[in-house]
Structure formats: structure tokens, C-alpha cells
């Protein structure tokens, strides 16, 4: 029997053993399922302000766990051998949500604040990230996520009373970019704006990639209207490096970062520069 998944836009409709086009998602026996729940191919310890929250519990660490598949298709993705693969060919360790809270529990002394779910996209794991994160908020502690965006709305509201900060990529600010990516930016405008609506803590992230998004009116827009949703949110703008499918284009030159970076302070208070 075909099956929908619902989960995000792309609306995957799938046949009894069919897996969708996140690789972490199936059909089977009629039923839509999480391949990858509870299979961890990476954990850490790492600084709050990696994920990158720079304006949330500064100085702290955070236990950080991702595992494997996404529903963009990043032809810079600097995780790609995760991402981009599906449960045959990742390797991971199985990780129960009591394992992870109990583990993030006993790194509190370490400066631990509680479980961050990144490194693949997360949100295609929904059932474990909520999971996890009921088990984490019943230890008293923090649940951060760092995600593309890209989920249905009604899912994404009931899972934000479990989170207590988000860094959710903005790619870009055309329709023309994110249909390269396999995304909709419509999709994560939205979800930005419930997240603050939310009352949850929201920093934004955008990858200057080379000729392609760092051009100083494409910045301005984006600035203008996170501003408009609310001028007090972070907005971090990364540096892109060859990666994956984009190995022959150049860094993004430091003065451009530099440069856009200022045009985006004339709409936000916050505006960071990473990995420069």
C-alpha cells in the first residue's frame, strides 16, 4: 500500500519497502518509519558556540549527536558523507533517548547543558529528536537543535515546546537557489518565524557560497526580513569552502564576508562571522 509521508514538502509517496528522498524515512508495512532512530553515526562535547549559538549560554558545552540521511541536496554539504547517506552505507551505534539522557546528564560536570541534535539534518529523525528531548527536559536540561528548516508546520509546532534554542540554516533569499538545493524557502521562512513566535531562542545561519548567494542585495533582503520577524536575531554568516560536489570553486574571499556582514547590520543587532 503507498503511503505520503507528511513530514516535510517534499511529500514523498511510497510503496511498501520504499525508502524516501531523505534516505531516512520508509514505508514499511504501510506504516511511515524513522530508519535511522536511535542509530548515532557521530557524538561529542562540544562548545555551545560550534552549533553556532553565540547570544544562548555562552561558554557552556553541550552533547551533540547526529546520525544520517537529510531532504536538501547541498552540492557544498561539508557533513556529506552522512548526510547523504542512508541507513546501508552509515555506520552508527545504537543510542536509546534514556542512553542519551543519562549520558548527558552524567557530562554535566563538564559543563554540560543538556543534548543538541545536529551534524545530519535532525529533523528527518522527528520521532528520536522528540524523544530525546522529553527525556532531556525531564533531567532538567537544554535541548538545542541545528536544522535546515525544512519540516511541515504542524510537526514543527509540537515539537518547539521541547526546545530551548534553534540555529536553523537560511541558504539563501531566492527561490531559484533553494530549488538547486532541493528546497523551499518559503518552507523555512515560516518556520523562523513560529520558531520566534514560539518564544524559543532563534540564531540564523546562511553559508556565503561563491558567486552564487553573496551578492550585497540578496544579503540586504535576508537582513531586512529577519529584521522584520525580529532585529534582535542572530545572524551568523559562515564562510564556504570547497566541499563535496564544489571542490574547484574559491573560498569565499574574506573582504565579501566582511562586506556582507555590514550591509546586515544595518537591519540586526546580532551579526556574526564564522569559520574566517
Not at 553573496?214 to 529577519?226: F, G, P, Q, V
Amino acid at each position: 500500500m503507498k503511503v505520503t509521508c507528511s513530514l516535510c514538502f517534499h511529500h514523498c509517496a511510497l510503496e511498501n519497502g520504499q525508502t524516501g528522498y531523505c534516505r531516512a524515512r520508509g514505508n514499511r508495512g504501510g506504516v511511515i518509519v524513522p530508519l535511522n532512530y536511535g542509530k548515532i553515526s557521530g557524538i561529542a562535547l562540544d562548545p555551545i558556540e560550534k552549533k553556532p549559538l553565540r547570544r544562548f549560554h555562552p561558554g557552556s558545552k553541550i552533547l551533540s549527536v547526529g546520525s544520517f540521511g537529510c531532504n536538501l541536496r547541498c552540492p557544498f554539504c561539508q557533513n556529506h558523507e552522512i548526510s547523504m547517506a542512508g541507513a546501508e552505507d552509515a555506520e552508527t551505534l545504537y543510542l536509546s533517548p534514556d542512553a542519551l539522557a543519562e549520558q548527558a546528564e552524567r557530562l554535566r560536570e563538564l559543563g554540560n547543558i543538556g543534548a543538541a541534535y545536529t551534524y545530519n539534518e535532525p529533523l528527518i529523525g522527528y520521532e528520536y529528536v522528540r524523544d530525546c528531548a522529553g527525556r532531556v527536559r525531564g533531567r532538567g536540561m537544554l535541548n538545542v537543535l541545528v536544522s535546515n528548516g525544512t519540516i511541515s508546520a504542524g510537526p514543527w509546532r509540537e515539537l518547539l515546546p521541547l526546545l530551548d534554542a534553534v540555529n536553523l540554516d537560511l541558504k539563501g533569499f531566492t527561490d531559484a537557489w533553494y530549488r538547486r538545493l532541493g528546497g523551499d524557502l518559503e518552507t523555512v521562512k515560516e518556520n523562523i518565524r513560529i520558531a520566534a513566535e514560539a518564544g524559543c531562542h532563534v540564531e540564523v545561519t546562511t553559508l556565503l557560497v561563491t558567486g552564487e548567494n553573496d551578492t550585497e542585495e540578496e544579503i540586504n533582503a535576508l537582513s531586512a526580513w529577519l529584521a522584520s520577524v525580529n532585529r534582535l536575531i542572530p545572524l551568523h554568516l559562515s564562510r564556504f569552502f570547497p566541499r563535496y560536489r564544489m571542490p574547484d570553486k574559491p573560498p569565499t574571499p574574506l573582504d565579501t564576508v566582511y562586506r556582507l556582514a555590514d550591509t546586515a547590520r544595518k537591519h540586526l543587532a546580532f551579526v556574526y562571522t564564522g569559520n574566517c
